[in-house]
């Protein structure tokens, strides 16, 4: 039998999407796999997630070599070490009902030779997966966010390194706030979901964190960081979501313009609350936007790994013809679910297990409910 995999990247970049690719390739091609199973196998990777397939003419060779690459082992081999992806990526909807262009797409795959594809992306990109497969299509989806807001999956490559990177940078600022006895805003991503505030926040001991599952009073932050001066400490550390919101308003965006999800550029907040705290506390304050820098560099050895596992699931699922699944990590295991289940709903952070509303911070109870009592 003959298979030829279509891979690609969608929505927001980030790290661990190299190594996916490079273990869907390697795993795909594993002269084992063709030895044992009698199986042929090429992997095709195209350009800029679904931009690719919809902008491609497959009757003429240079647009098929623009839009597509063939891979094989030794073209993926050191992908695995940097962040990005080299096969590029968009935020085309080709279900954008402004300019449906979906037949097109499913045209091309068909153009292609395409007998699977593997999807790497987060909920855009996965829900243009799930109604491709609703179309026939021979789907399977691999998880990545920075953002981790992907529902039934305790993991989406890049939110590792994006972690690593908010410490790191907290960290730097630290010292440059010591010294002047400033008060830092750090505004991170996470559009929905606060995980990265709240994770890099905790982890790099943040006194404030501010998150988009809990709308903040500014009166309220500025008492607390001005009981924290009173108790001696000489700086501040304010850690804000881009999604998070003042009580009673609206979202900040960077600009109005909406991309083919409908999603407005989300930026800003941590200016304005540097303002407010500033003229509130009296304290000199500075704000920092960490944007795109928490979506680069190497990646994390978890996002490699993980990025190596994923890729090797998708391709277990494609040959056992198990399409409309999304590959997962779920209780410390690599699994898989429906696709429909991975974007039905986001995974947010739950203020009742992980965010204390009265100290604006992570809770201070950390065992599960109900534990085994001895
Ligand atoms: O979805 C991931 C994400 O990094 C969000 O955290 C952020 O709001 C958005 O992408 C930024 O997108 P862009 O790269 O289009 O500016």
Known sequence: MH?????????????GLNSAVKWVTKTALDPYLAADKGLSVEVIGVREGWKGLVELDPVDPESVAKWTQPLDELAVRTWDRYGGTNLGTSRTNPFNPKNDQSRRCV???????????????????????HKLYNLGQKVVGIPKTIDRDLNATDYTLGYDTALNVIIEEVDRLRTTAGSHNRLFVVEVMGRHAGWLALEGGQASGAHIILIPEYDFEMGKVADLLTRRREAGVRYDIVVVSEGAKIRGEGEVYLSDKADGFGHKVLGG????????????TGFETRH???SH?????????????????????AVDLILEEDFGRMVA????????????????????????????VDRYNGRRSSLARPHAKA
């Open 269 to 280: 907040i941590g200016a304005g609350v540097a303002k407010d705290l500033e003229r509130l």
């Open 288 to 290: 920092v936007v960490l």
């Open 3 to 15: 298979h030829k995999i279509g891979v690609l990247t969608g929505g927001g970049d980030c790290a």
């Open 107 to 129: 045209e091309n795959i068909a153009a292609l030779g395409l007998t699977s594809i593997v999807a790497i992306g987060g909920e855009d990109t996965l829900s243009v997966a």
């Open 293 to 313: 820098i928490q979506r680069g560099g190497h990646p994390s050895a978890r996002d490699r790994l993980m990025g190596r596992y994923f890729g090797i699931a």
């Open 329 to 356: 990590y779920k209780n410390g295991e690599i699994t898989s679910i429906p696709l429909k289940q991975a974007i039905e709903k986001l995974y947010v952070v739950d203020l009742e297990r992980h965010y204390d």
